[in-house]
């Protein structure tokens, strides 16, 4: 598992660790475990040039110890100061290691001397290391740093702990921010590692243990031992109806193939049976493609909503009418009120979920977190936004963020095959919190596998699914 914890979190757990240890011990774990980091990438360290942008702060100071071990094994190294307050302890560490220390200010008004106004003046270095702010950062950038990151552009950029800029505990950006290849943080994730849109600015994620206690996350990620761990599977004395009955309640005439992918992803081998109850020409082309899906009956779990059309809130009803849990996707969206209370998953895209919750749908898309878990308290739900980095959010503040999946993902019907597949799960007897995050997580994988880089339609993620149980449990 992937957790990730808010500042407030994180420093109540450095502030018990610093009071055991001598002063200084931290930064240190923090410093070296960055410049083994950078050492890696760089593919050694004599005669590499590493700039580093430091901040007044402690992550200034991270910059430093570690531009000070990178020097130490023969890094060019050179700190541009953003600040007359950088880290008194790290600039003499540095200068004791023979690299530079110089104000940000003077280094770029020589890069801009030598290459023009607006800089190339970065072909000169291999690596910056992003030190201008890590957790006691606001959101934002002040001018100096956007000119030296202006004068360093094109030169790939490791962050300090957090890409300098990003709200740290949501994930939102407002104004310019670090755009990085790698992030290397300490002693846990934080919830911009996982959130959109500051994920995104982060590029790969490496975590350094520095021996923190830490607290239940605020923000978690599934990983793959975690969702082998929760899959259900079948026990030597199953059958069917114990292994779980899915029932779906989608597509229509106007809309046949929602109904035929909802099935698609429902018939994932996950459960033990799917019952289709919908349109007659809907189940006719459902069995051309599995057969043995059957018609309405008993079951343990509801998928409803997609290309429902104007039938969607009859079908939810219906599905209300048995006490299962239950998917609520698209055209059932609007009528979620219905469900205010009931173990269901509801699983909104950000335009929808800005017409569930009556706000533009921009403001959802720029404050994932904050919306989703505000959707799950007034639905009293599991709310699943869909998005690059999907968040499920529980009523009582849990949340997981998918992390697997692929640009390709993308397309037509790929949202059925989901709702489909987490009712497959709530049917095996997972709670929605799990199946939702679950069947989402698989969903990204099953799509990644599915790509191979290349195209795919959402019928080929449900095919996947397959494949990707069997090396899941194999594992
Ligand atoms: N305290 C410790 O022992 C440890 C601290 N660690 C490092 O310390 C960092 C936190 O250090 P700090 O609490 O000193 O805070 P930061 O270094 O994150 O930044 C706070 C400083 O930056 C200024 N500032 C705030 N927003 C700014 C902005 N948008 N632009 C420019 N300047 C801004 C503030 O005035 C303040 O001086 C962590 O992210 C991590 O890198 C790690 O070394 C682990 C151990
Ligand atoms: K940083």
New binding site residues.
């Given amino acids: 598992m992937i957790r990730a914890h808010t500042v407030a979190q994180v420093r109540a757990a450095e502030a018990a660790l610093m009071a055991t240890l001598p002063e200084g011990t931290l930064m240190q774990r923090a410093a070296h475990g960055l410049a083994h980091v950078v050492l890696e990438t760089l593919g050694g360290g004599y005669g590499r040039r590493v700039v580093a942008l430091v901040g007044s702060g402690d992550?200034g100071g991270d910059a430093l110890h570690a531009g000070a071990v990178l020097a130490r094994r023969g890094v060019q190294v050179e700190a541009w100061l953003l600040s007359t307050q950088a880290h008194a302890g790290g600039v003499a560490a540095l200068r004791a290691a023979g690299g530079r220390v110089l104000p940000a200010a003077e280094a770029v008004a020589a890069a801009r001397g030598r290459h023009g106004h607006g800089g190339t003046g970065g072909g000169h270095w291999d690596l910056v290391l992003?030190?201008?702010?890590?957790i006691g950062g606001k959101p934002g950038l002040r001018p100096e740093a956007v000119a030296a990151l202006e004068a360093l552009a094109g030169v790939p950029v490791v962050?300090?702990?957090?890409?300098?800029g990003v709200d740290v505990d949501t994930g939102e950006v407002d104004g310019p921010h670090?755009r990085a290849a790698l992030t290397v943080t300490f002693g846990t994730h934080k919830p911009c590692h996982l959130l959109d849109p500051a994920a995104e600015a982060c590029g790969a994620l490496t975590l350094v243990d520095i021996g923190l206690d830490l607290p239940e996350p605020d923000v978690e990620a599934l990983q793959p031992e975690d969702v082998a761990a929760l899959l259900p599977r079948p026990g030597p004395q199953a059958h069917k109806y114990t292994r779980g009955v899915v029932g779906v309640r989608a597509g229509s005439a106007t809309y046949p193939g929602a109904g035929v992918l909802s099935v698609a992803g429902a018939a994932c081998g996950l459960a033990g049976m799917v019952r289709y109850d919908g349109d007659a020409a809907v189940l006719e082309l459902v069995h051309r493609g599995h057969p043995e899906v059957i018609g309405p009956g008993r079951v343990q779990a509801w998928v409803v909503g997609s290309g429902s059309d104007t039938g969607a809130e009859v079908a939810l009803r219906a599905s209300l009418a048995d006490d299962v849990p239950l998917v609520v996707d698209a055209d059932a969206l609007a009528h979620a009120d219905l469900v205010r209370g009931r173990p269901a998953v509801l699983t909104p895209h950000a335009g929808e979920l800005a017409r569930m919750l009556g706000v533009p749908r921009a403001e959802v898309e720029q404050r994932w977190l904050h919306h989703a878990r505000r959707a799950a308290v007034e639905h009293d739900a599991v709310v699943l936004l869909k998005a690059r980095h999907t968040v499920v959010a529980a009523p009582d503040g849990r949340v997981r963020v998918t992390t697997t999946g692929t640009p390709w993902l993308a397309t037509a019907g790929a949202g059925d095959v989901l709702g489909g597949l987490i009712g497959a799960l709530l049917a095996a007897g997972l709670a929605p919190y799990d199946a939702a995050s679950v069947g989402s997580w698989l969903h990204g994988a099953a799509a990644t596998l599915a790509s191979g880089g290349g195209p795919l339609v959402a019928g080929d993620v449900a095919e996947a699914l397959g494949d990707l149980v069997a090396l899941l449990v194999a594992a």
């Fill in positions: 992550n992003d030190g201008i702010v890590g962050a300090v702990d957090v890409p300098s670090v």
